[in-house]
Protein backbone atom coordinates (compact mmCIF):
# COMPACT_ATOMS: atom_id res chain seq x y z
CA UNK A 1 0.00 0.00 0.00
CA UNK A 2 1.46 3.67 -1.14
CA UNK A 3 2.53 5.94 2.15
CA UNK A 4 -0.74 8.23 2.26
CA UNK A 5 2.17 11.13 2.95
CA UNK A 6 4.02 10.29 -0.41
CA UNK A 7 0.78 10.60 -2.21
CA UNK A 8 -0.23 13.84 -0.35
CA UNK A 9 3.47 15.14 -1.61
CA UNK A 10 2.33 14.83 -5.15
CA UNK A 11 -1.06 16.03 -4.91
CA UNK A 12 0.87 19.22 -3.53
CA UNK A 13 3.22 19.48 -6.00
CA UNK A 14 0.19 19.94 -8.23
CA UNK A 15 -1.21 22.50 -5.95
CA UNK A 16 -3.64 21.14 -4.36
CA UNK A 17 -4.79 23.12 -1.14
CA UNK A 18 -5.07 20.54 2.44
CA UNK A 19 -9.07 20.47 1.47
CA UNK A 20 -8.18 19.11 -2.22
CA UNK A 21 -5.43 16.94 -0.58
CA UNK A 22 -7.70 14.65 1.58
CA UNK A 23 -10.49 14.45 -1.11
CA UNK A 24 -8.18 13.11 -3.50
CA UNK A 25 -6.51 10.94 -0.95
CA UNK A 26 -10.37 9.29 -0.51
CA UNK A 27 -10.97 9.60 -4.56
CA UNK A 28 -7.62 8.12 -5.66
CA UNK A 29 -7.28 5.13 -3.23
CA UNK A 30 -6.50 2.09 -4.58
CA UNK A 31 -9.01 -0.84 -4.04
CA UNK A 32 -7.34 -3.45 -5.51
CA UNK A 33 -6.34 -7.06 -3.68
CA UNK A 34 -3.69 -8.68 -4.89
CA UNK A 35 -3.70 -11.35 -2.39
CA UNK A 36 -6.28 -13.60 -3.88
CA UNK A 37 -5.24 -16.91 -4.96
CA UNK A 38 -8.17 -18.97 -5.50
CA UNK A 39 -7.96 -20.68 -9.25
CA UNK A 40 -9.89 -18.05 -10.56
CA UNK A 41 -9.05 -18.44 -14.18
CA UNK A 42 -11.43 -20.96 -14.87
CA UNK A 43 -14.45 -20.23 -16.61
CA UNK A 44 -17.90 -18.97 -14.28
CA UNK A 45 -20.45 -21.59 -13.93
CA UNK A 46 -22.93 -18.71 -16.31
CA UNK A 47 -20.43 -19.06 -19.31
CA UNK A 48 -21.99 -23.34 -20.00
CA UNK A 49 -25.20 -21.78 -19.93
CA UNK A 50 -23.98 -19.13 -22.65
CA UNK A 51 -22.06 -21.50 -25.39
CA UNK A 52 -25.42 -23.51 -25.36
CA UNK A 53 -26.72 -19.95 -26.43
CA UNK A 54 -23.69 -19.38 -28.81
CA UNK A 55 -24.35 -22.87 -30.20
CA UNK A 56 -27.91 -22.47 -30.72
CA UNK A 57 -27.69 -18.86 -32.09
CA UNK A 58 -25.17 -20.52 -35.24
CA UNK A 59 -28.74 -22.48 -36.50
CA UNK A 60 -31.66 -19.51 -35.39
CA UNK A 61 -29.92 -16.55 -35.16
CA UNK A 62 -29.09 -14.23 -32.17
CA UNK A 63 -32.07 -12.72 -31.74
CA UNK A 64 -34.11 -15.75 -32.06
CA UNK A 65 -32.04 -17.65 -29.90
CA UNK A 66 -32.24 -15.19 -26.97
CA UNK A 67 -35.65 -13.95 -27.29
CA UNK A 68 -36.34 -18.16 -26.16
CA UNK A 69 -33.35 -17.80 -23.31
CA UNK A 70 -33.99 -14.02 -21.62
CA UNK A 71 -37.40 -12.82 -20.85
CA UNK A 72 -36.60 -9.53 -20.97
CA UNK A 73 -36.53 -10.08 -24.93
CA UNK A 74 -40.57 -11.14 -24.66
CA UNK A 75 -41.29 -8.24 -23.46
CA UNK A 76 -41.38 -5.02 -26.08
CA UNK A 77 -39.52 -1.26 -25.40
CA UNK A 78 -42.74 0.53 -24.12
CA UNK A 79 -42.90 3.16 -21.44
CA UNK A 80 -44.62 1.49 -18.51
CA UNK A 81 -43.78 -2.07 -19.54
CA UNK A 82 -42.19 -2.50 -16.47
CA UNK A 83 -45.08 -2.10 -14.10
CA UNK A 84 -47.48 -4.12 -15.82
CA UNK A 85 -48.44 -7.16 -14.06
CA UNK A 86 -47.35 -9.83 -17.11
CA UNK A 87 -43.70 -8.46 -16.51
CA UNK A 88 -43.53 -8.41 -12.68
CA UNK A 89 -44.50 -12.10 -12.74
CA UNK A 90 -41.89 -12.68 -15.72
CA UNK A 91 -38.79 -11.31 -14.45
CA UNK A 92 -39.06 -11.46 -10.60
CA UNK A 93 -40.94 -15.19 -10.68
CA UNK A 94 -39.80 -16.52 -13.73
CA UNK A 95 -42.93 -16.72 -15.33
CA UNK A 96 -43.06 -17.18 -18.83
CA UNK A 97 -45.67 -14.86 -20.83
CA UNK A 98 -47.71 -16.46 -22.98
CA UNK A 99 -47.04 -14.06 -25.79
CA UNK A 100 -44.14 -13.45 -27.30
CA UNK A 101 -44.34 -9.75 -28.70
CA UNK A 102 -40.58 -8.62 -27.91
CA UNK A 103 -38.23 -5.78 -28.77
CA UNK A 104 -38.07 -4.60 -32.31
CA UNK A 105 -34.33 -4.84 -34.22
CA UNK A 106 -34.04 -3.03 -37.05
CA UNK A 107 -31.13 -5.38 -38.07
CA UNK A 108 -31.78 -8.43 -35.89
CA UNK A 109 -29.03 -10.51 -38.44
CA UNK A 110 -26.32 -7.91 -37.33
CA UNK A 111 -26.54 -9.11 -33.62
CA UNK A 112 -23.61 -11.12 -33.05
CA UNK A 113 -22.52 -13.58 -29.95
CA UNK A 114 -19.10 -14.15 -29.13
CA UNK A 115 -17.60 -16.06 -25.90
CA UNK A 116 -14.20 -14.07 -25.62
CA UNK A 117 -11.15 -14.89 -23.86
CA UNK A 118 -9.65 -13.28 -21.40
CA UNK A 119 -7.25 -13.80 -18.93
CA UNK A 120 -10.39 -14.17 -16.08
CA UNK A 121 -12.25 -16.75 -18.15
CA UNK A 122 -14.25 -16.47 -21.36
CA UNK A 123 -17.34 -13.57 -21.16
CA UNK A 124 -20.08 -13.10 -22.98
CA UNK A 125 -20.32 -10.47 -25.66
CA UNK A 126 -23.16 -9.42 -27.73
CA UNK A 127 -22.32 -7.02 -30.04
CA UNK A 128 -24.19 -5.16 -32.80
CA UNK A 129 -22.99 -1.97 -35.79
CA UNK A 130 -26.39 -0.71 -35.51
CA UNK A 131 -26.68 1.62 -32.61
CA UNK A 132 -30.73 1.57 -32.77
CA UNK A 133 -30.12 -2.32 -32.03
CA UNK A 134 -27.70 -1.64 -29.32
CA UNK A 135 -29.72 0.79 -27.44
CA UNK A 136 -32.77 -1.70 -27.44
CA UNK A 137 -30.30 -4.49 -26.10
CA UNK A 138 -29.50 -1.98 -23.47
CA UNK A 139 -32.75 -1.04 -22.38
CA UNK A 140 -34.07 -4.78 -22.67
CA UNK A 141 -31.44 -6.14 -20.60
CA UNK A 142 -30.25 -3.01 -18.04
CA UNK A 143 -33.45 -0.54 -18.05
CA UNK A 144 -36.37 -2.75 -17.00
CA UNK A 145 -37.56 -2.47 -21.27
CA UNK A 146 -38.17 0.88 -20.95
CA UNK A 147 -37.77 3.55 -23.02
CA UNK A 148 -35.38 5.77 -21.06
CA UNK A 149 -32.54 7.78 -22.99
CA UNK A 150 -29.44 7.01 -23.29
CA UNK A 151 -26.31 8.88 -23.80
CA UNK A 152 -25.12 9.11 -27.44
CA UNK A 153 -21.16 8.83 -26.40
CA UNK A 154 -22.40 5.28 -24.38
CA UNK A 155 -21.23 2.35 -27.11
CA UNK A 156 -20.82 -0.74 -24.24
CA UNK A 157 -22.19 -1.83 -21.10
CA UNK A 158 -20.99 -4.60 -18.82
CA UNK A 159 -24.36 -6.24 -17.40
CA UNK A 160 -23.03 -7.59 -13.94
CA UNK A 161 -25.57 -9.93 -11.37
CA UNK A 162 -28.27 -10.42 -14.40
CA UNK A 163 -30.97 -12.90 -12.86
CA UNK A 164 -31.23 -15.68 -16.12
CA UNK A 165 -34.81 -17.23 -15.17
CA UNK A 166 -34.05 -19.76 -17.93
CA UNK A 167 -30.49 -21.20 -15.82
CA UNK A 168 -33.47 -21.22 -12.99
CA UNK A 169 -35.80 -22.96 -14.82
CA UNK A 170 -32.99 -25.37 -16.08
CA UNK A 171 -32.23 -26.15 -12.66
CA UNK A 172 -35.37 -26.13 -11.65
CA UNK A 173 -35.84 -29.16 -14.02
CA UNK A 174 -32.80 -31.14 -12.78
CA UNK A 175 -33.65 -30.64 -8.86
CA UNK A 176 -37.17 -32.23 -10.09
CA UNK A 177 -35.71 -35.51 -11.64
CA UNK A 178 -33.46 -35.94 -8.41
CA UNK A 179 -36.20 -35.64 -5.38
CA UNK A 180 -39.55 -37.56 -5.04
CA UNK A 181 -41.25 -34.31 -4.02
CA UNK A 182 -41.51 -31.94 -6.73
CA UNK A 183 -44.10 -30.49 -5.72
CA UNK A 184 -44.62 -26.34 -5.74
CA UNK A 185 -44.55 -26.07 -1.93
CA UNK A 186 -41.23 -28.01 -2.46
CA UNK A 187 -39.68 -25.74 -5.16
CA UNK A 188 -40.80 -22.81 -3.12
CA UNK A 189 -38.61 -24.37 -0.37
CA UNK A 190 -35.63 -25.44 -2.46
CA UNK A 191 -35.89 -22.20 -4.69
CA UNK A 192 -35.07 -20.25 -0.88
CA UNK A 193 -32.26 -22.19 -0.35
CA UNK A 194 -31.08 -20.96 -4.13
CA UNK A 195 -31.37 -17.44 -3.60
CA UNK A 196 -28.13 -17.22 -1.31
CA UNK A 197 -25.96 -18.98 -4.10
CA UNK A 198 -25.80 -16.31 -6.72
CA UNK A 199 -23.42 -18.20 -9.06
CA UNK A 200 -25.82 -20.60 -10.31
CA UNK A 201 -28.17 -18.07 -11.32
CA UNK A 202 -26.85 -14.92 -12.06
CA UNK A 203 -24.90 -14.08 -14.66
CA UNK A 204 -22.57 -11.18 -16.58
CA UNK A 205 -22.20 -10.39 -20.29
CA UNK A 206 -21.06 -6.89 -22.40
CA UNK A 207 -23.37 -5.54 -24.63
CA UNK A 208 -21.10 -3.39 -27.51
CA UNK A 209 -21.64 -1.33 -30.71
CA UNK A 210 -19.00 -0.15 -33.14
CA UNK A 211 -19.75 3.70 -32.62
CA UNK A 212 -17.34 6.29 -32.52
CA UNK A 213 -15.58 5.62 -28.99
CA UNK A 214 -16.18 8.39 -26.32
CA UNK A 215 -18.29 10.26 -29.76
CA UNK A 216 -14.86 11.32 -31.24
CA UNK A 217 -15.08 11.54 -34.73
CA UNK A 218 -12.66 9.53 -37.23
CA UNK A 219 -11.52 12.66 -38.40
CA UNK A 220 -10.05 13.71 -35.01
CA UNK A 221 -7.61 11.14 -35.00
CA UNK A 222 -6.50 11.10 -38.89
CA UNK A 223 -8.55 7.62 -39.27
CA UNK A 224 -11.18 6.82 -42.01
CA UNK A 225 -14.49 6.08 -40.51
CA UNK A 226 -14.56 2.02 -41.39
CA UNK A 227 -11.15 1.43 -39.59
CA UNK A 228 -12.31 3.82 -36.72
CA UNK A 229 -15.58 1.61 -36.22
CA UNK A 230 -13.69 -1.14 -36.30
CA UNK A 231 -11.15 -0.61 -33.67
CA UNK A 232 -13.63 1.54 -31.87
CA UNK A 233 -15.25 -1.66 -31.28
CA UNK A 234 -12.14 -3.41 -29.73
CA UNK A 235 -11.44 -0.58 -27.54
CA UNK A 236 -14.76 -1.13 -26.07
CA UNK A 237 -14.58 -4.88 -25.71
CA UNK A 238 -10.78 -4.79 -24.05
CA UNK A 239 -11.80 -2.07 -21.93
CA UNK A 240 -15.24 -3.63 -20.37
CA UNK A 241 -13.08 -7.26 -20.45
CA UNK A 242 -10.37 -4.94 -18.17
CA UNK A 243 -13.49 -4.02 -15.49
CA UNK A 244 -14.01 -7.95 -15.78
CA UNK A 245 -10.82 -8.58 -14.68
CA UNK A 246 -10.69 -6.16 -11.75
CA UNK A 247 -13.44 -7.41 -10.36
CA UNK A 248 -13.56 -10.78 -10.78
CA UNK A 249 -9.72 -11.16 -10.03
CA UNK A 250 -9.17 -8.35 -7.68
CA UNK A 251 -12.15 -7.68 -6.61
CA UNK A 252 -13.30 -4.05 -7.74
CA UNK A 253 -15.27 -2.40 -9.98
CA UNK A 254 -15.44 1.40 -9.46
CA UNK A 255 -16.77 4.65 -11.71
CA UNK A 256 -13.26 6.20 -11.16
CA UNK A 257 -10.63 7.54 -13.09
CA UNK A 258 -7.89 4.90 -11.90
CA UNK A 259 -10.41 2.07 -13.22
CA UNK A 260 -10.90 4.57 -16.54
CA UNK A 261 -7.03 4.82 -16.99
CA UNK A 262 -6.40 1.14 -16.48
CA UNK A 263 -9.45 0.33 -19.15
CA UNK A 264 -8.69 2.58 -21.54
CA UNK A 265 -5.03 1.88 -21.81
CA UNK A 266 -6.05 -1.77 -21.98
CA UNK A 267 -8.77 -1.18 -24.85
CA UNK A 268 -6.22 1.55 -26.98
CA UNK A 269 -3.29 -1.49 -26.38
CA UNK A 270 -5.39 -4.27 -27.26
CA UNK A 271 -6.60 -2.14 -30.50
CA UNK A 272 -3.58 -0.91 -31.79
CA UNK A 273 -0.49 -2.56 -29.81
CA UNK A 274 0.93 0.52 -28.18
CA UNK A 275 -0.76 3.32 -25.99
CA UNK A 276 -1.48 6.35 -27.41
CA UNK A 277 -2.05 9.71 -24.34
CA UNK A 278 -3.11 11.81 -27.20
CA UNK A 279 -5.86 9.24 -27.60
CA UNK A 280 -7.04 8.47 -24.29
CA UNK A 281 -7.13 12.62 -23.69
CA UNK A 282 -9.35 12.91 -26.31
CA UNK A 283 -11.54 10.68 -25.28
CA UNK A 284 -11.46 12.33 -21.67
CA UNK A 285 -11.42 15.69 -22.68
CA UNK A 286 -8.28 16.80 -21.85
CA UNK A 287 -6.87 17.01 -25.51
CA UNK A 288 -6.39 20.69 -24.81
CA UNK A 289 -4.55 20.12 -21.46
CA UNK A 290 -4.97 22.58 -19.45
CA UNK A 291 -8.33 23.14 -20.78
CA UNK A 292 -11.08 21.06 -19.88
CA UNK A 293 -13.61 20.37 -22.72
CA UNK A 294 -17.01 20.57 -20.64
CA UNK A 295 -18.72 17.36 -21.49
CA UNK A 296 -15.74 15.51 -21.76
CA UNK A 297 -15.96 11.38 -20.53
CA UNK A 298 -13.73 12.66 -17.04
CA UNK A 299 -16.99 14.52 -15.54
CA UNK A 300 -18.80 11.00 -15.66
CA UNK A 301 -16.52 10.04 -12.95
CA UNK A 302 -16.00 12.96 -11.05
CA UNK A 303 -18.03 11.58 -8.35
CA UNK A 304 -18.41 14.54 -5.69
CA UNK A 305 -14.93 16.06 -5.63
CA UNK A 306 -14.79 19.86 -5.80
CA UNK A 307 -14.34 22.15 -7.87
CA UNK A 308 -10.77 22.27 -7.24
CA UNK A 309 -9.74 19.01 -6.96
CA UNK A 310 -11.37 18.23 -9.69
CA UNK A 311 -8.88 20.58 -11.68
CA UNK A 312 -6.20 18.44 -9.52
CA UNK A 313 -7.79 15.66 -10.97
CA UNK A 314 -7.41 17.00 -14.63
CA UNK A 315 -3.88 17.39 -13.81
CA UNK A 316 -3.08 14.01 -12.83
CA UNK A 317 -4.96 12.03 -15.41
CA UNK A 318 -3.18 14.20 -18.06
CA UNK A 319 0.78 13.53 -16.40
CA UNK A 320 -0.57 9.77 -15.83
CA UNK A 321 -1.57 9.13 -19.50
CA UNK A 322 1.65 10.93 -20.78
CA UNK A 323 4.16 8.88 -18.10
CA UNK A 324 2.13 5.66 -19.27
CA UNK A 325 2.87 6.65 -23.25
CA UNK A 326 6.12 7.42 -22.27
CA UNK A 327 7.99 4.63 -19.28
CA UNK A 328 4.70 2.09 -20.14
CA UNK A 329 6.62 0.63 -23.56
CA UNK A 330 7.43 -2.66 -21.12
CA UNK A 331 4.06 -3.45 -20.79
CA UNK A 332 3.30 -4.29 -24.31
CA UNK A 333 6.75 -5.56 -25.07
CA UNK A 334 5.08 -9.57 -23.60
CA UNK A 335 4.56 -11.79 -27.16
CA UNK A 336 2.01 -13.95 -25.39
CA UNK A 337 -1.43 -11.98 -25.27
CA UNK A 338 -2.95 -14.19 -22.12
CA UNK A 339 0.46 -12.83 -20.20
CA UNK A 340 0.85 -9.96 -21.46
CA UNK A 341 -2.95 -9.00 -20.72
CA UNK A 342 -2.10 -9.86 -17.23
CA UNK A 343 0.78 -8.63 -16.74
CA UNK A 344 -0.23 -5.35 -17.42
CA UNK A 345 -3.75 -5.34 -15.16
CA UNK A 346 -1.78 -6.73 -12.24
CA UNK A 347 1.28 -4.08 -12.83
CA UNK A 348 -1.21 -0.81 -13.35
CA UNK A 349 -3.83 -1.83 -10.92
CA UNK A 350 -1.14 -1.92 -8.02
CA UNK A 351 -0.44 1.67 -8.74
CA UNK A 352 -2.08 5.21 -7.67
CA UNK A 353 -3.07 7.79 -9.79
CA UNK A 354 -0.42 9.87 -7.85
CA UNK A 355 2.39 7.54 -8.29
CA UNK A 356 1.17 7.16 -12.03
CA UNK A 357 1.24 11.23 -12.54
CA UNK A 358 4.63 11.68 -10.36
CA UNK A 359 8.09 12.57 -11.68
CA UNK A 360 8.83 9.25 -10.31
CA UNK A 361 6.59 7.47 -12.68
CA UNK A 362 9.08 5.25 -14.24
CA UNK A 363 10.34 3.93 -11.00
CA UNK A 364 6.88 2.89 -9.65
CA UNK A 365 6.01 1.27 -13.10
CA UNK A 366 9.34 -0.60 -12.63
CA UNK A 367 8.41 -1.91 -8.87
CA UNK A 368 4.52 -2.80 -9.56
CA UNK A 369 5.98 -4.58 -13.14
CA UNK A 370 8.58 -6.50 -11.11
CA UNK A 371 5.35 -7.53 -8.58
CA UNK A 372 2.83 -8.03 -10.91
CA UNK A 373 5.66 -10.24 -12.70
CA UNK A 374 6.60 -12.63 -9.74
CA UNK A 375 2.75 -13.27 -9.05
CA UNK A 376 2.09 -13.89 -12.87
CA UNK A 377 4.82 -16.40 -12.99
CA UNK A 378 2.82 -18.24 -9.73
CA UNK A 379 0.02 -18.06 -11.03
CA UNK A 380 -0.82 -20.45 -14.71
CA UNK A 381 -2.07 -17.80 -17.21
CA UNK A 382 -5.25 -19.33 -19.32
CA UNK A 383 -4.72 -19.29 -23.02
CA UNK A 384 -6.82 -16.97 -24.98
CA UNK A 385 -8.27 -19.07 -27.37
Known sequence: ?????????????????????????????????????????????????????????????????????????RFPIRKGISETEAYRLATRRGVWPDTDEGPAFEDPAGVRLRLHPTPAGHVPVLATENRADFVTLVRALTRRNEPVPLPEAMGAAMVVGYNNWDRIRAYREAWAGRVSDASEAAWRQEFRRLIPQKEKYQDRFVLLSDGPYSAVP????????????????????????????????????????????????????GAIGVY??????????????????????????????????????????????????????????????????????????????????SKDAADHLERAYAEAAAAVLMEPVQALA
Do not use: K
Not at 239 to 255: D, K, P, S
Not at 332 to 353: G, N, Y
Open 218 to 269: AERLGLDERTWRQLSLVIRREHECAHYYTRRVLGAMRNNMLDELIADYMGIT
Open 276 to 357: RADWFLRFVGLEAYPVYRVGGRLENYRGGLSDRAFRVLQALVYHAACNLERYGSVLTAVSDEARRITLALQTLTRLTLEELA
Open 1 to 73: MTDPSYRASVLAAFDAGPAEVEELLVYNENPFDHRCRDAVLDDEPFVRAWRVYADEAVREGVVGCLRRRLVQL
